[in-house]
Structure formats: C-alpha cells, structure tokens
C-alpha cells in the first residue's frame, strides 16, 4: 500500500491530514496511510477524538489501554507512536511504560488490571475472562470505563490492521521508542 501525500488524498481524508499537518507540523505515516480510505481515517480520527475527550479515562490511562492492545496485537508503528505519546504527553512514567513494552505486570495495580483486562478484551474478542474483568472491576472500574475499553480496542484494531496490511514505517519523530515484538 502507498502512503499518501495530503495533494493526493480524497476528501474527507485531505482535510484531516491539513489540520493535522497545522496542528502537529507533519502528517505521521499512520495517517498517510489511512488516506487510501477517507472511511478509515475519519472513523479512526473520530474514535480518537471521542475516546480521548469522552472515555472516562486519564490520558495516562488512555495510553495503557492504547498501548496494552497494540502490543498485543504486535503493532511497531502504534507501539512507537504511543510510546512517544505516553512520554511526551500524558506523564506516563518509564517504569510503567517499561514493565507494559516488555509485557511485564505493572507496578501500579490499578493500571495493571486495566491493561490486563484491555488485553482480555482483544485477546478474546470481546469475551474477556472472568478473572481479568474482576480485577478491573476490583481496582474500582465500571462499566462505564469497559465501553470505554472496547472503544480503545475498536480504535487499535483499525490502526493495528491497516499497519499490518500497508507494513507503514515509524516516522522518525517516533524512532526512539521503535519497538518489535
């Protein structure tokens, strides 16, 4: 698959990658790629927006969701990407970043139950296991933070498959935290 350049896009694909472009000062490769359907990359923006302003989560918590499933699913580019995001932008400590790129327990619990359940999620399409929804729910989740867990998991496995399929490279702002699995 080819990555897009914004002259080459279809609306409404185009549009997103301007704004990205003037909000961010690049259009990353995800996006790029994405562009091949405008469908895919407005759904995906649309997720985004919606589970980073609606989820019920913290922006930390946002990104273990995020990470847990792309590591799951094996996907360097949004491993990178939300790497780069957990440590530039939502305070998410290196240790448990570390401990979730190594598929390690977490050393805080309660993040640790979330990214253990936003895992059973993904693992077992939508039937998570008892015991890994207990956890959550024992660590003070509710149901409205497991909607919030499927909307992540939505999100991931659009970005997670088109990656797989384009094969689309890490851009370079994200390079430092290339990951494989």
């Known amino acids: ?28 490769n995800l996006f790029k790629m994405m562009a091949n359907n405008p469908s895919l990359l407005k759904a995906y923006t649309q997720a985004d927006e919606t589970f980073r302003n609606d989820s019920g989560f913290t922006s930390q918590e946002q990104e273990v969701v995020l990470l847990s499933v792309a590591i799951y699913n094996g996907c360097t580019y949004c491993v990178a990407a939300h790497s780069f995001i957990a440590m530039k932008q939502s305070n998410v400590s290196r240790d448990i970043l570390d401990a979730l790129r190594a598929q390690k327990d977490l050393p ?65 702002m994200f390079a430092e935290f290339k990951w494989e699995k």
């Open 1 to 28: 698959m080819k990555l897009l350049e914004i002259n080459e896009a279809k609306e409404p694909a185009k549009g997103i990658m301007e704004n990205t472009k003037t909000k961010m000062g690049a259009v990353p």
């Open 108 to 172: 805080d619990a309660k993040l640790d139950a979330l990214s253990k359940f936003a895992t059973s999620v993904a693992k077992e399409r939508g039937y998570p296991t008892e015991e890994a929804t207990r956890a959550f729910k024992d660590a003070g989740y509710g149901d409205e933070h497991i909607a919030g867990v499927v909307t992540g998991v939505g999100m991931k496995t659009m970005s997670n498959y088109i990656n797989h399929i384009g094969k689309t490279p890490v851009d370079d």
